[in-house]
Each structure stands twice: as C-alpha cells, then as structure tokens.
C-alpha cells in the first residue's frame, strides 16, 4: 500500500464524509459534480434538482474518484456533467477531469497535463476512450451560486 493510498484511509477515519452522491431521475442524463463543495451538493439536493438531474456528487480525489465517476458515467448513460462549486485544495480534481477529457492518459495511467499530486487511474482505456467520447464536461469550477447552476442545468436540458 503507498504513503498516499494510506493517508486516504486515515482521512476516511479521522474526518469520515458520509455523502458522497444522490440519485435522482435515471432518465435525465444529466450529472451535476460538486467537487469539495458538499454543502452545495445538500442545498441542490434540498431545491428539487434530483427531478431534473441523474446525480448530484462530490468528487474530493484525482484517481480513485476519477475512476469511479467515469465508471458510474458509462454505466448509468450520463451524458453531460456540470462541474460546479469548490475546486479541491491540493488535489485539483476537477482540473485533472478536464484534462483526463481533452488529453486522456498516458501508457502508465497518469492523467496527460494533470497538476493533481497523483493522477493514477487503474480503469481501462476502454472505459477512458468511452468516457471521453460519450460524456461533455461543463466547467464552471468556482461558481456555487446555485441560481446560476440551477439555470444551466434548465438550458441543459432544452
């Protein structure tokens, strides 16, 4: 186990977060990632955003979050994600995802242009080359005032 897979542990103990998503309608197609904004993600939850999105949730790791949301992504048909709120300190995960979009990986798994401390994905290619096809990422990385996502999500979905 590395120094960082073993910190990741110790993180989950001593400051535990137990939301990490909610599910909404199946059928929108639509993912809304609050980075480290949690408190974003609960007052979304809290206006009736889940009638118009698949899921609303965090993402607080540049590798295995990563590998988990493009997992998610394929499996549940999302086709756009909104990248809202928080970027996360240190770890910049949500400029790693945009990167792991427009650059994609690189023969070890580092995400290609990553400045996140360790942009390590165990998914496959094929997921990777699927995700990068299938999924449009909207990059608003920084905005938490939900009126503003709230209309975006609506011109989303028209």
Do not use: W
């Not at 897979?5 to 639509?30: H, Q, R």
């Not at 904004?37 to 118009?52: F, Q």
């Not at 300190?89 to 990986?105: I, Q």
């Amino acid at each position: 186990m590395s120094i960082a897979e073993f910190l990741g542990k110790v993180c989950k103990i001593v400051l535990p977060i137990p939301e990490e998503k909610y599910l909404g309608n199946s059928g929108s197609g639509i993912a809304i990632c609050t980075l480290s904004s949690i408190d974003l993600m609960k007052k979304l939850v809290n206006r009736g955003i889940l009638d118009n999105v698949a899921v609303v949730g965090r993402l607080l790791s540049e590798n295995q979050g990563i590998d988990s949301l493009i997992t998610n992504s394929i499996t549940c048909g999302i086709q756009t994600i909104l990248l809202c709120g928080k970027e996360v300190s240190g770890h910049k995960t949500g400029h790693s995802l945009l990167m792991l979009h427009k650059n994609g990986v690189d023969n070890h798994g580092n995400i290609v242009d990553s400045v996140s401390p360790n942009p390590n994905l165990t998914v496959s290619k094929e997921k990777i080359d699927q995700f990068r096809k299938r999924v449009v990422l909207v990059n608003k990385i920084g905005n938490e005032n939900i009126h503003e996502i709230i209309a975006e999500i609506r011109s989303l979905r028209n």
